[in-house]
């Protein structure tokens, strides 16, 4: 399963304006319990709202959770999307500049959180970005330039 965030964002990218922050991440996770996932995954329905708020906790929005997509700030929602993103666990994560509208210290928070799931899951996560900050968090690292890929770090192989 890969899942790709995007700043307007959803269960295919984009939040329905009339579900809150936390029923957002329960719907998805609702969603996934209803489907194959609740047998490879083994989880319990009633699980869903509490993963929902801890998720929420982490990333310093449990406040907002019964708030609307026009009540949260740009960096607000996109943090939502990275709950949301990681409700189902997927296996693989691909996320475009998921950092892009947060403040340095919420960046960082996200990319850790991206790191600690990768580890703890066995998964894997593709960050694009252009915020050289937090690259010291990933143990691999690729580089884009004049068209060319190269292996700029990798400290899995270290």
Known sequence: ?????N???TSTGIMLPLISSKNSISEAR???YHTIQRELNGWASRDAGKESMELLEYLGIADRANNFPVMLSGGQQQRVAVARALANRPSVILADEPTATLDSR???QVMELFRKVAHEQDGAVIVVTHDHRTLDIFDTIYEIEDGKIQLKNDKAMA
Request: proline content about 7%; aromatic content about 14%.
């Open 106 to 108: 919420r960046g960082r």
């Open 7 to 9: 700043p307007a964002f």
């Open 30 to 32: 609702e969603f996934a």
């Open 1 to 5: 399963m890969a899942l790709v965030l």
